[in-house]
């Protein structure tokens, strides 16, 4: 086997586990001891790990560290055991039986009664932000995510949303802005067929309480984006900007200008123009008394497909 392969079966099998240590195990059967902790030997027993060898497991539990060089998992003995557990972002997701049996849970019983039926409802005055996510979560698991299906399930009360991948058109964006107003956290990765300047211009101008914005390979963009930032969404705190090939380094130094509570910018996968943005900034030291005490953080460098 190629050092190739292992890298990419390493990679494979580290996804694995920040899944089921971050948020799958008690869906996925396992037992979640307080504080996150999974026994060693059920998780490598877990189907999802079967075809790999225990040292592989070991290694990438023992040596994986994230992007930043933090751990991401950890193992301690216990008595006869070993248990290990994600170091962070842990947040598990509710097992849908009853524990010690196999009969579903009555939220689970609704909830899949709803999913199935998501067209007879109207979702728009619902107060549990937290069951609509569940809804939406697991409507786009089982691909029964369109335009008809958001018209149901959006919802004022709603504040984060993900359309990563999703085929947005001028009618999604519609939606969004007539049935989404306290949106704080918006994903739009991916969904390069319809975003512009313009349409992102008319979108914000009703979604005004946006503080993280992921625009990630939204490819048709362009300065005029970064430019209006300011005026768009006042109240910005986080931008994900990676593989936008039509931004410049002048851009990015005014929006940082311009927008007062920006704290974090990721403008990975644009290598031409980082080398132009390192100039860039470095003369805006020059032009923009303070820009130092903004306390504003630039995540740059290639893209790392291993991340997780």
């Given at each position: 086997m190629d050092e190739a392969t292992i890298m990419e079966k390493q990679v494979k099998l580290g996804r694995k586990l920040a899944y089921l240590l971050r948020y799958g195990a008690e869906v996925e059967g396992l037992a979640v001891e307080e504080g996150g902790w999974v026994n060693l030997s059920d998780l490598c027993q877990h189907p999802l790990l079967a075809k790999s060898q225990i040292e592989f497991i070991l290694r990438e539990i023992t040596e994986s560290t994230s992007s930043r060089g933090q751990k991401r998992f950890e193992i301690r003995d216990e008595s006869e055991k070993k248990l290990v557990r994600a170091c962070y972002s842990r947040k598990f997701d509710r097992s849908p039986r009853h524990e010690g049996s196999k009969v579903l849970r009555l939220m689970e019983i609704t909830l899949r009664y709803v999913?199935?039926?998501?067209?007879?409802?109207?979702?728009?005055?619902f107060q549990d932000e937290y069951l609509m996510r569940l809804m939406l979560k697991r409507l786009q698991s089982q691909r029964k995510f369109n335009n008809s299906i958001l018209k149901c399930v959006l919802g004022k009360t709603l504040t984060r949303l993900s359309l990563e991948f999703f085929f947005v058109t001028e009618s999604t964006l519609l939606l969004l802005s007539r049935r989404c107003p306290n949106l704080e956290c918006l994903t739009l990765k991916d969904c390069s067929y319809i975003i512009t300047d313009q349409k992102l211009d008319t979108l914000f101008h009703k979604l005004t309480k946006i503080q993280y914005l992921d625009l990630s390979y939204c490819k048709h963009l362009t300065d005029r984006t970064l430019l209006n930032m300011h005026r768009m969404c006042p109240?910005?705190?986080?931008?994900?900007?990676?593989?936008?090939?039509?931004?410049?380094?002048?851009?990015?130094?005014?929006?940082?200008?311009?927008?007062?509570?920006?704290?974090?910018?990721?403008?990975?996968?644009?290598?031409?123009?980082?080398?132009e943005m390192a100039v860039s900034m470095q003369s805006a030291k020059e032009v923009i008394p303070k820009i130092e005490d903004k306390n504003i953080t630039i995540i740059y460098g290639k893209f790392r497909k291993d991340m997780y």
């Open positions: 999913c199935d039926n998501i067209r007879n409802f109207d979702l728009l005055e109240n910005l705190k986080y931008l994900n900007i990676m593989g936008l090939p039509k931004i410049t380094g002048e851009a990015l130094v005014e929006l940082v200008r311009t927008c007062p509570k920006l704290r974090k910018v990721d403008i990975r996968d644009n290598r031409s123009f980082q080398t």
